[in-house]
């Protein structure tokens, strides 16, 4: 194998959930807290949640409250509790063979790491090795390198033993300040605008999960 260590975002990467979860979630907090407000498209949320990122967009163009902020959060964790994203077809295998070769795998994510832990034992029957969610402390989450360097500390790694996988830039940017290789999770991409960002700033771009499992286990 290419590198000792993945760390693998989670939505949008290995499962497909922000037009299922995160997007209708977001929409429905909305129309109590912004009732007047045009209804955010599909694409425009993305956008954000690309750049300059979900915690952003909340605070910075939205002005969420403190209060509104907990409420959007309440609506979000009934579509996470109830909802469970399917794994992209490959990432079962990727994941378990990686495992089985003796491979580290870690999250960092903006989900949860409870419904992370549930993902992955509902589709590939393990959980990663290290997970560091949401459920951090806001400065300690991507794209702060805060994960990257506590999983180099833990395993023993140098950063050319790691590849970060994510399809958007708040990972890019984590993998950069760490001098850690990046590879763009193409397959979820519907903008070209972030298509494009990606395809020009990651080392890889991978447009299918095969393609990324075949560089993976490449010699």
Not at 105 to 114: F, L, R, Y
Not at 168 to 192: E, Q, T
Not at 193 to 201: Q, T
Request: net charge neutral.
């Amino acid at each position: 194998m290419k590198y000792r260590c993945l760390i693998l975002d989670h939505d949008d990467t290995v499962v497909k959930s922000t037009p299922n979860i995160h997007y209708p979630s977001f929409i429905e907090a909305l129309k109590v807290l912004r009732p007047n407000m045009e209804p955010l498209c599909f694409e425009k949320f993305v956008e954000y949640c690309f750049k300059p990122g979900f915690a952003e967009l909340c605070k910075d163009i939205l002005k969420f409250t403190e209060e509104e902020q907990q409420y959007q959060y309440k609506v979000w964790k009934k579509y996470t509790s109830t909802k469970v994203p399917e794994f992209y077809p490959g990432f079962s295998e990727l994941i378990t063979k990686y495992k089985e070769l003796g491979g580290i795998v870690c999250v960092v994510s903006h989900s949860e790491s409870k419904q992370i832990n549930r993902d992955y034992m509902l589709n590939c029957k393990l959980k990663p090795d290290l997970i560091f969610g949401w459920d951090l402390e806001e400065d300690k989450r991507k794209p702060s390198p805060y994960p990257i360097i506590e999983i180099m500390k833990r395993f023993n790694l140098d950063s050319n033993e790691i590849l970060v996988v994510d399809d958007l830039k708040p990972g890019l940017d984590m993998a950069k300040k760490c001098n850690v290789s990046f590879a763009a999770a193409g397959w979820s991409h519907v903008i070209p605008e972030i298509k494009d960002y990606m395809k020009l700033n990651s080392d890889y771009y991978f447009s299918q999960v095969d393609s990324l499992k075949e560089f993976i286990f490449s010699k």
